[in-house]
């Protein structure tokens, strides 16, 4: 991946990290003045240069160990990470699977520590003449700060809201209310959004469309967070997205894999990417969390990944057989080398099952579940080490759009049918080279229940002995909008989505998300539908130590 000028901004970057408990200058340098006559005209890539640290901590909130991919994604229904018989892994990753987390879990560290990093990184920058004379550069920093604030809202929704760098000794930041703490989210970015507008920022800066993207995901999330039904947020979503459609900028990719090739610079689909780069600001590891060691071989690695994450067998069996999205996200089966030898591990061959007997009682073994493989595995040392994450893509665009139309009955002069329309295009990339025709999805279909067998479902039995299923049926036919529930999986399965569509999206069967309702693999309903507090994560208790003005979340 490469951006404008990406080497000088990797190497700029300077590492600061901070710990929001206790906002102090920790007087990085940064060389917005040159010695001399003063008479030295700063460029556009001097400045960007300058966001060395922004970007860096930016990447680590991403891809730091337990970062936003893990926060999302193992709390969920699509993914795991279970204690893997003679390997490791486990421990934490079965809290958040089971959603017996609590305020030590790392995951819970990493995305706090990294998220307030960034912000910090934002507001040095933003306190420096230099930057304050660039209102296109001021406009990206505060667009980067408003992405993190967005992420730390989301997950634990009482938080501070810090604009300043130079504070004085002993300062310690408080919380915002949630409702402070959007408003303040939604002012800065319709702010910046009008600064942005007719600019052309290079790629991985934040930019016009990335702003209505973020602020459609603030207006779309906004009843579920909230706990109220107020249809006029949908609309809102609807208008930032249906710009972002209409400006002609980005179309959809001709192959599903196209935003996740090592360079996304060149693809069209993509409206904010975070960059990275093997050599100079890498961090992907993904390809190494999940795939097992004797996959080196299919893919010309130098090195064995770590065989970790797998895929909740309950999900596997809710795709088509013709959808193509399956073999393009994951590995499943008898496993070759690159050239088509069966790799043999100790005797046995590689072959990747659907079926895991449990997340941690006995656990999985080491050849069980589906392996990730969205992302670009390239050959040698990089893995996925230098792919790009795709934050924002158009994909992402149109299918909040349709959900706004079946929230709403309707808007726009556009009806219920446009939605489907949308879906039925979305899905043709993956049904046209098997079957066209069961691209379509009808408005009936979208609003219906949901394919995914919810439940408990475990075997508890070591492997050689009898099986011990635990299994409860609780399907899914009882999700609104349960259909477009699982288009939304199969489309953004691993892209940081799935967590809040849980949240979102909710049943009829009692008053409770799916996110809480549910039942999956080994993880449990929450038996009070009235106790909410899950919605959101705690805040680490590291942070609470070193800051006694913070409050933890409600519940922990």
């Not at 507001?123 to 730390?152: C, F, H, T, W």
């Amino acid at each position: 991946m490469r951006s404008i000028n990406l080497k000088n901004i990797f190497l700029a970057a300077t590492g600061s990290l901070l710990i929001l408990s206790s906002c102090t200058n920790l007087d990085e340098k940064l060389y917005s003045e040159l010695p001399g006559n003063g008479n030295y005209e700063f460029s556009d890539d001097d400045i960007q240069a300058m966001f060395g640290p922004v970007y860096q901590n930016l990447r680590w909130t991403y891809w730091g160990w337990n970062g936003v991919f893990d926060i999302y994604e193992e709390s969920s229904d699509l993914i795991m990470t279970p204690s893997r018989i003679g390997v490791g892994w486990g421990d934490l990753y079965v809290t958040m699977h089971k959603h017996t987390y609590t305020s030590y879990t790392g995951h819970f560290y990493t995305l706090w520590q990294q998220g307030y990093a960034t912000i910090n990184s934002c507001n040095q920058l933003l306190e420096r003449d230099l930057i304050k004379n660039s209102p296109i550069a001021m406009a990206e920093l505060r667009g980067v700060r408003a992405l993190m604030y967005y992420l730390l809202f989301d997950n634990f929704r009482n938080i501070p809201i810090e604009t300043a760098f130079t504070q004085p000794d002993g300062y310690l930041p408080e919380q915002a209310s949630p409702q402070e703490a959007f408003d303040f989210i939604i002012s800065e970015v319709e702010d910046i959004k009008e600064i942005l507008k007719g600019e052309s920022p290079g790629y991985g800066q934040f930019n016009y469309y990335a702003a209505c993207m973020l602020l459609a995901k603030m207006y779309l999330n906004h009843n579920a967070w909230f706990g109220i039904t107020d249809n006029s947020y949908y609309e809102k979503a609807y208008n930032e997205v249906d710009e972002v459609i209409k400006s002609g900028k980005y179309t959809l990719s001709g192959s599903y894999k196209e935003p996740f090739k090592e360079d996304g610079s060149t693809c069209s689909e993509i409206i904010y990417a975070i960059v990275y780069d093997f050599k100079y600001g890498s961090g992907n590891y993904l390809s190494n969390k999940c795939l097992h060691g004797g996959s080196k071989e299919t893919f010309g690695l130098k090195a064995a990944p770590w065989n970790g994450s797998c895929a909740v067998p309950q999900f596997i069996d809710t795709y088509d057989s013709d959808d193509t999205r399956f073999t393009d996200t994951w590995l499943m089966g008898v496993q070759k080398d690159r050239s088509g030898n069966t790799i043999m591990v100790d005797g046995t061959t590689l072959n990747y099952t659907q079926s895991v007997h449990s997340i941690d009682n006995p656990g999985a073994y080491q050849m069980e579940g589906a392996r990730f493989q969205k992302y670009e595995i390239v050959a040698g040392e990089n893995g996925t080490y230098g792919d790009d994450v795709p934050f924002f893509r158009l994909t992402d665009a149109y299918m909040i759009k349709a959900e706004c139309l079946l929230r709403l009955g309707g808007y726009n002069g556009e009806s219920e049918q446009t939605a489907a329309d949308i879906v039925t295009m979305i899905r043709q990339r993956a049904f046209n080279n098997t079957n066209p025709t069961k691209a379509t999805r009808t408005v009936a279909n979208l609003k219906a229940g949901s394919v995914y067998a919810y439940g408990h479902q475990e075997n508890t039995a070591e492997a050689g002995k009898p099986d011990n299923w635990i299994i409860t049926h609780e399907g899914g036919e009882d999700i609104q909008f349960g259909g477009l529930l699982d288009d939304l999986a199969w489309e953004f399965v691993g892209e940081h989505h799935r967590r809040q569509d849980l949240i979102r999206f909710r049943m009829t069967s009692k008053n409770s998300n799916v996110y809480l309702g549910k039942s999956w693999f080994c993880k449990d309903a929450q038996a009070d539908p009235n106790d909410v507090h899950k919605n959101i994560f705690p805040i680490h208790q590291d942070f609470l130590n070193s800051n006694l003005k913070l409050k933890q979340n409600p519940g922990y």
